[in-house]
């Protein structure tokens, strides 16, 4: 199950009815839940108090039933470790007079808006994901995901459009993915040697669709063999369309080319099931008619990648992992947008 993103955590505590949501699914034949984003232990984290956080006692108590209910139903779980950065507009979430945290203090924009952080500042949002993550290991949880996409903290830090420091964590693309890679090795040093981490990343932006971090196969590699030194395990490969070829002369996609150059396990993702891309849906309100998965098997089955990632379809319908795997292909349904909404 992918991470989607729910704000129906009041004060940012999941309540039963979040471990509700997830265990139906787990129940249902869905091997592994990734958790909503849940926000680390930084004040400007989060842009909505409804948005579950990872480090109050009774947001972990609330995760602890979580997991509890999940491992009931033979499923497992990892939560999203997530800090939106400079995406939060000020005044918002839980802490509304808290700076916003960013790379350089610039919007994507490019309008400077905040001093950059110093290099002290910057280690302490390290420590912050490093500290959700051994929270999780104790609580019980089977590996954890850091949320490095879609123009969040980490990506941020990725981004030259919003990354414009002169120390280590800024310059080549090499150098602005130290941030991610100091990310991973403190979460390793808190997790142990046996928990997989799992990066979620992209090269598209909410504010760039057209963005690219790695612009060829070689500036891909040198990207994500920082991450790899570090400690990833798992790279879940964030795209909007799992069908659309990353680079001309190929026919893989960002997960192809992710574990053709690293070996690492990968995760696609990306309209599984659905004929268009979420933000599409989102925007314009239309429903999302259904897609033959008959490609996206070939591909597997080929090992193109190693695990599927599904997001707005088994948001709608609980059962659809069940449903494939029995082959009853004909309970199906279209994606109607306002099932982000509602609990299932």
């Avoid at 955590?9 to 999941?14: A, I, K, Q, T, Y």
């Avoid at 839980?94 to 910057?122: R, W, Y």
């Avoid at 997989?196 to 760039?208: D, G, H, T």
Wanted: charged share 25%; glycine share 10%; with cysteine.
């Amino acid at each position: 199950m992918a991470p989607m993103t729910r704000e129906h955590s009041p004060d940012g505590v999941p309540g039963n009815d979040v471990a509700e949501y997830y265990a139906r699914r787990a129940k249902a034949d869905v091997g592994l839940i990734i958790t909503e984003g849940t926000t680390i232990n930084r004040a400007g984290a989060s842009n909505d108090p409804n948005i579950p956080n990872f480090h109050t006692e009774k947001a972990l108590a609330g995760w602890k039933n979580i997991v509890d209910q999940v491992h009931a139903e033979s499923g497992k779980i990892a939560p999203q470790l997530w800090h939106v950065g400079m995406v939060r507009k000020p005044g918002t979430g839980p802490n509304p007079d808290a700076k916003s945290d960013s790379p350089s203090g610039i919007t994507h924009t490019g309008k400077q808006v905040l001093d950059a952080p110093s290099e002290s500042e910057v280690a302490d949002m390290i420590m912050a994901y490093a500290e959700a993550a051994g929270k999780a290991a104790d609580l019980g949880f089977d590996c954890v995901e850091i949320h490095g996409a879609h123009g969040y903290l980490i990506d941020q830090f990725f981004w030259e459009g919003m990354n414009i420091r002169s120390d280590k964590y800024g310059g080549s693309l090499e150098n602005r993915t130290h941030f991610g890679a100091e990310v991973v090795r403190e979460i390793r040093k808190a997790v142990g040697p046996d928990m997989p981490i799992i990066l979620r990343w992209s090269q598209w932006k909410q504010q760039s669709y057209d963005s690219k971090l790695a612009k060829t196969p070689a500036e891909l590699e040198k990207f994500l063999g920082v991450l790899v030194d570090a400690g990833v395990d798992i790279f879940h490969c964030s795209t909007r369309r799992f069908w659309e070829p990353e680079f001309e002369g190929s026919d893989l996609n960002l997960a192809g080319w992710a574990k053709k150059l690293t070996g690492c396990a990968t995760i696609t993702v990306g309209s599984v099931g659905l004929s268009t891309d979420f933000i599409s849906t989102l925007v314009q309100q239309k429903n999302a008619t259904q897609r033959s998965l008959d490609d996206l098997m070939e591909r597997l089955e080929q090992g193109e990648f190693d695990l599927v990632a599904v997001g707005r379809a088994l948001l709608q319908d609980p059962l659809w992992a069940q449903k494939v795997k029995q082959g009853r292909m004909d309970e199906l349904s279209d994606y109607d947008p306002a099932a982000r909404s509602v609990y299932y």
